[in-house]
């Protein structure tokens, strides 16, 4: 049975995690830093980019989840390590910026697999025991949380609009109790399917990613920039959905469900 009243501590952590998920996404964020809309150099982007862009993502998200939550220790609680993984982050995004739009499919491997790292460190400081499948399949939902975004239609962009277009995939994801959720050629087609619905959305983010790194004389510096504020902002989505889940094992998924739209609707009355 669980509790109904939420306590004053879970329900101001109810409340962040409705602040994170629902405000600003990436591409808000870095029109702040460059000072023009991210749209403005979509068109700076090659020839044949988005064509490109599904298997690069495809593919950095699966060798990420491959290789980051098994070098952390499976010890549920204690403080996540944000600052060293934004540092990480922010070299290899400098690495980038260095090349331009060439080092993107070089760079974006390695910050992918650091912000998983850093995902899965946020879920552990929130109860979550890495070695749980459905841990893992939450670590790539988190990919899939951008955030109020320009290029989300308004009935899409709900935190929990995106669970529910990808609650079937994890579902029968989560059935396959494997130790790794890369894409590999023996991976169950619905893990495949899983981790191709998330790259789907995720590779708005790096489009619009892409188009800031677009910007011309942007440079090294720019690109530790850009890729500060990607870290950031997908910390922000692993904090508001990992405490979400830590509600739901204390309360039960619809009365925090509930709880949570009731935010939505203050906010909008």
Not at 22 to 32: D, H, K, V
Request: aromatic share 6%; net charge negative; charged share 20%.
């Amino acid at each position: 049975m669980h509790d109904t009243a939420f306590t004053a501590a879970d329900l101001d952590a109810l409340r962040q995690a409705h602040a994170l998920l629902e405000n600003p996404g990436l591409a808000a964020r870095m029109t702040n830093l460059i000072g023009a809309p991210v749209e403005k150099f979509l068109n700076r982007l090659p020839a044949g980019w988005n064509a490109q862009l599904g298997q690069v993502t495809r593919l950095a998200l699966s060798k990420a989840a491959d290789a980051a939550l098994f070098t952390l220790g499976d010890k549920p609680g204690g403080q996540s390590s944000n600052w060293w993984h934004k540092v990480g982050a922010a070299a290899s995004g400098g690495v980038g910026g260095f090349f331009g739009l060439a080092g993107l499919a070089v760079e974006l491997p390695v910050s992918t697999t650091i912000m998983m790292r850093s995902i899965a460190d946020i879920a552990r400081s929130e109860g979550e025991s890495l070695t749980a499948p459905d841990t893992r399949l939450a670590c790539l939902e988190v990919f899939a949380l951008g955030g109020k975004s320009a290029a989300d239609d308004g009935t899409e962009s709900g935190y929990y609009v995106v669970r529910a277009a990808l609650a079937h995939a994890v579902s029968q994801a989560a059935e396959y109790a494997v130790g790794s959720v890369a894409v590999e050629k023996a991976a169950p087609p619905a893990l495949m399917r899983l981790i191709t619905m998330v790259a789907e959305r995720f590779g708005i983010q790096i489009t619009e990613k892409a188009a800031a790194q677009a910007v011309p004389a942007l440079g090294a510096a720019g690109g530790a920039l850009i890729n500060t504020l990607f870290i950031n902002h997908f910390q922000d989505m692993a904090r508001g959905h990992f405490i979400i889940r830590r509600l739901d094992r204390q309360y039960g998924e619809e009365i925090v469900r509930a709880a949570y739209e009731g935010l939505s609707q203050q906010r909008e009355g």
